[in-house]
């Protein structure tokens, strides 16, 4: 079982630490000077226990490639970085939280659905849905809102029809996982969340046990619980995983790439009349943005040397994607946005084996989402200044609540 650690507060400084006033796309400024020192740093976290956070490129990778390094929140040591995180503890656990060979195990009975391949064949439906939800925002006239009426809608809807979940109870789903990334939830609130989300899965799972359709969870179902691969829970904990993992990053990611992008105008025109620059340009704003931005958990299961660091067993570590795709070593002017780079080599899905696995998925949504809002809207402005936007600032994945724009 985990024991928490709970070593005094001391210099070290408290993290997450907040955005500088005013500037909502930029990271902390702790990260930078924290870089800037060495590739790894002590920092506090809100219950007072202590973890490493990275913040350099090849120090992440290297942590995120080496096994010594658990991803299992049950691991001594596992940093949280909020209360409502810590009733992760409480319930069954999706493979996120798992380390070989389990993790590799129900990986692989996924990964068929989300390979390359599969999704090429998922793009015509995924421009569709762009298409439709474009008409509506057209129809509708400025000023929109972006948000409620295109950049959740349409990973709700993929992931809901790849799922098998009826769309009609989006706001329920997405009510939930508000609460549940939400690190300003207390922890009463979070299993609230937890408990009704996985109840109305448990529910929707043994409907289609009864009425098995052409979707993911009938699969789950009839491949791998029919020959005792995955009990019940087990596919509860994936469809949770793939609901909540399928939808906000997205969301978010496409929103807050519009606002880079406006930001940038150069870069919204360049875009505007070079669209076979939109993959790249998806790349590089994955770097730029880096919207899981509080740092990928894990814990040390034995002592590990890195760099003139011993990082010891049963140590919390916080690998910050956000400083590694900003880390000056990897990428030229990392502050800088330039849709024409390579950014390939970041680490906006993670690195090693627990590397995003709906990243095929993200990168056709994404770049379905922009070059049609490109060509359908290629005047679109924002229609508040960037400073009166509200941005989410204490959830687990970085975005908006709301994205107000005119053209
Ligand atoms: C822009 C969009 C996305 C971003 C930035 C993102 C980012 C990430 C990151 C950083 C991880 C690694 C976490 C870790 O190492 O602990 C991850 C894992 C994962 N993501 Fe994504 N993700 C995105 C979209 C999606 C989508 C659309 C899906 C599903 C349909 C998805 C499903 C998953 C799953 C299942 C894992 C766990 C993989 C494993 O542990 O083996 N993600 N994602």
């Not at 970041?346 to 994404?366: N, T, Y």
Request: aromatic residues 6%; negative net charge.
């Amino acid at each position: 079982m985990t024991t928490i650690p709970t070593s005094p507060a001391s210099s070290a400084p408290a993290y997450p630490a907040p955005r500088r006033a005013g500037c909502p796309m930029d990271p902390a400024p702790l990260i930078g000077s924290l870089q800037a020192e060495a590739p790894l740093a002590r920092v506090t976290l809100w219950n007072g226990t202590r973890a490493w956070l990275v913040t350099r490129h090849a120090e992440a990778r290297r942590i995120l490639r080496d096994p010594r390094f658990s991803a299992d929140l049950r691991a001594e040591g596992f940093p949280f970085v909020s209360p409502s995180q810590l009733i992760g503890l409480e319930r069954p656990i999706s493979f996120i939280r798992m380390d070989a060979p389990e993790h590799t195990r129900r990986r692989r009975m996924l990964t068929s659905e989300f390979m390359i391949k599969r999704v090429a064949q998922l793009r015509p439906e995924i421009d569709e849905v762009v298409e439709q939800l474009l008409d509506d925002v057209a129809a509708a006239g400025p000023p929109v809102d972006l948000v409620k009426t295109f950049t959740l809608p349409l990973p709700s809807l993929v992931i809901c029809r790849l799922l098998g979940v009826p769309y009609q109870d989006h706001e329920f789903f997405q009510r939930c996982s508000a609460v549940l990334l939400n690190q300003a939830s207390d922890a009463d609130a979070a299993r609230d969340a937890s408990d009704r989300l996985r109840g109305y899965l448990h529910e929707l799972v043994e409907r289609k046990a009864a009425h098995p359709e052409d979707d993911l969870l009938s699969r789950m179902i009839s491949e791998h619980e029919a020959n005792g691969d995955l009990n019940r829970d087990d596919i509860v904990a994936n469809a949770l995983l793939l609901l909540v993992a399928g939808h906000e990053t997205t969301a978010n990611m496409t929103a807050m790439s519009i606002i880079d992008l406006q930001q940038h105008p150069e870069q919204w025109a360049a875009l505007r009349e070079r669209p076979e620059l939109i993959p790249g340009a998806v790349e590089e704003l994955l770097r730029h943005l880096s919207i899981l931005h509080t740092g990928v958990p894990r814990a040390a299961l034995e002592d590990v040397e890195v760099g003139d660091t011993t990082i010891r067993a049963g140590e919390g570590v916080l690998i910050s994607l956000q400083a590694a795709n900003h880390d000056a070593r990897a990428f030229d002017d990392p502050g800088r946005l330039d849709v024409a780079r390579s950014s390939r080599s970041h680490v906006a899905f993670g690195f090693g084996v627990h590397q995003c696995l709906g990243q095929p998925l993200a990168r056709a949504e994404l770049q379905s989402a922009l070059t049609a809002v490109l060509r359908r809207f290629p005047n679109l402005k924002l229609a508040k200044p960037v400073e009166e936007i509200p941005f989410r600032e204490t959830m687990t994945i970085y975005g908006v609540y709301e994205l107000p724009v005119t053209w």
